[in-house]
């Protein structure tokens, strides 16, 4: 297999939510493979500390701190990215929230936010930074949009996270329609659907993994797959981010299903599809 198979030298980076969990893990692997990443969060402190620690391991690490839950969020970071670079190669929408509550009892409020961040701001953050996105691509190697999705927009998980999953199956369909719009600017939209990942947002998963996991007949979202936060293991939430930056034929407006950690059993997976993809394929 080629060394430069999946190398990023040369191109920019900007992840949302980076400073944790699955955009940090993203972050590792672009800069592993020689990318110049940026990444953005609410809280500052952590983004620049984050942004610190993986400069510290080899590559270009900036912290672009910002919240993005809304408009005016999300073009600001567009205003602070443009201070620096005046092209972007890679755009990872993965900033996220999560609400859990029972039906009768759910707030409001915890719709607003959840879908405001999870499918509103992935759309505007994207329209701000069209201008550096059209100026990186090109027919032969076109801009990426990676918007972070989940398996829960595509089946039903027992828990009650109304926001969270209607929010994440609107991204499935957001991005398709992105991509029609977009691939005419040699900008490739397409979207990852991870399973569960141990994370400050996902503590079930971080902090009960081995108990859930026992209860797979009932909890069948989680089969044993429960990803961790080391890059080194290849994940796939990481990987398939890695394998839509960088592969060489694949369709704009596809979602590529994960799963969990990589030692699942390979026949347990779904096959990675391309349903309603949009546009040309297109080579790197």
Known sequence: MPSDLFSLQGRTALITGGSRGIGRMIAAGFLAQGAKVYISSRKAAACDSTAAELSAGGGRCVSLPQDVSTVEGCRALAAAYSQHEPRLDILVNNAG??????????????????????????????????????????????????????????????????????????????????????????????????????????????????????????????LRRVGSSDWSELNEGPREVLWATTHRSLCSGSDQVGWGPSNCARKNRPRRRCPGAIGRRVRD
């Open 97 to 222: 929230a999560a609400w859990l509550a029972e039906f009768d009892a759910f707030p409001e409020n915890g719709w607003d936010k959840v879908v405001d961040l999870n499918l509103k701001s992935p759309f505007f953050l994207t329209q701000a930074l069209a201008p550096a996105l059209r100026a990186a691509g090109t027919k032969e190697r076109p801009a990426k949009v990676i918007n972070v999705a989940s398996i829960d927009g595509i089946r039903p998980n027992p828990q009650e996270t109304y926001s969270y999953q209607a929010s994440k199956a609107g991204l499935i369909h957001l991005t398709r329609r992105m991509a029609a719009r977009l691939i005419e600017e040699n900008i490739c939209v397409n979207a990852i659907a991870p399973g569960a990942f141990a994370s400050e947002m996902n503590r079930t998963a971080r902090d009960q993994a081995a108990r859930i996991s026992a209860k797979k007949r009932a909890m069948f979202f989680l």
